[in-house]
């Protein structure tokens, strides 16, 4: 199975919003609704922020927001900061009953 | 509080096998499964491979079919990953994480780094 499909790298200013989109296909991102969303600092362990599609951890700020229309995901992050600056990787439920990852997304505040 | 605490780095040769465990703690191990997810240098997050901490099953990710075997010691709330055959290619920090099976990975462990070397 091939990664997900994210857009190698995004960017923002401080106060602005960016959107990451993961797109799939029927058997994973359009057929289930888990797909979760990580943000990964280097050297550090993944954090999930988004589950379920736009579920959110009780502890993740409410600027992180997901959403899905058919095959494709998207990750919304409002009002940037300079600590949202990481990597971010969708991941989704699939019918091989695996897991699959997106190939990340670099974002970048400017 | 939930921790998961993996064991430390591995520095392997071609060819060879490697077992990194990974300790759970402060919730209720059978209700859970653990899922194996790496990271080689430079590269994005590759899922290996889950098992259920209330009945063993397992599912492996297609290309590690025949290479990957995670088992459990529920006396101990620890899940083993084992990888053989390595080659430089498994190269990667090696992380295990709480997941009830649909990947909402809500828990991950401090990682291990194997080193595969010739």
Redesign the interface.
């Known amino acids: 199975?091939s990664?997900l499909t994210q857009p190698a790298s995004v960017s923002g200013s401080p106060g602005q919003s960016i959107t990451i989109s993961c797109t799939g296909t029927s058997s994973d991102v359009g057929g289930?609704n888990?797909v979760?969303w990580?943000q990964?600092h280097p050297d550090k362990?993944?954090?999930?922020i988004i589950?379920?599609v736009s579920d959110r951890?009780s502890e993740i700020s409410n600027r992180f927001s997901g959403s899905k229309s058919g095959n494709t995901a998207s990750l919304t992050i409002s009002g940037l900061q300079a600590e949202d600056e990481a990597?971010y990787?969708c991941?989704?439920?699939t019918s091989?009953?695996?897991?699959?990852?997106?190939?990340?997304t670099k974002l970048t505040v400017l | 509080q939930v921790e998961l605490v993996q064991s430390g780095p591995e520095v392997k040769k071609t060819g060879a096998s490697v077992k990194v465990s990974c300790k759970a703690s402060g919730y209720a191990f059978t209700r859970f499964g653990i899922s194996w997810v790496r990271q080689a240098p430079g590269q994005g997050l590759e899922w290996m491979g889950w098992i259920s901490g209330y009945n063993y099953k397992r599912n492996y990710a297609q290309r590690f079919h025949g290479r990957l075997t995670v088992t459990m010691d529920i006396s101990t709330s620890t899940v083993y990953m084992e990888l053989s055959t390595l080659t430089s290619d498994d190269t990667a920090m090696y992380f295990c994480a709480r997941d009830p099976w649909t990947g909402v990975a809500d828990y991950w462990g401090q990682g291990t780094l194997v080193t595969v070397s010739s």
């Not at chain 1, 362990?45 to 999930?48: D, I, N, V």
């Open positions: 199975q990664a289930y888990y979760c990580y990964k362990a993944p954090k999930l589950y379920d951890p990597d990787y991941s989704s439920y091989s009953n695996t897991i699959l990852f997106g190939g990340g």
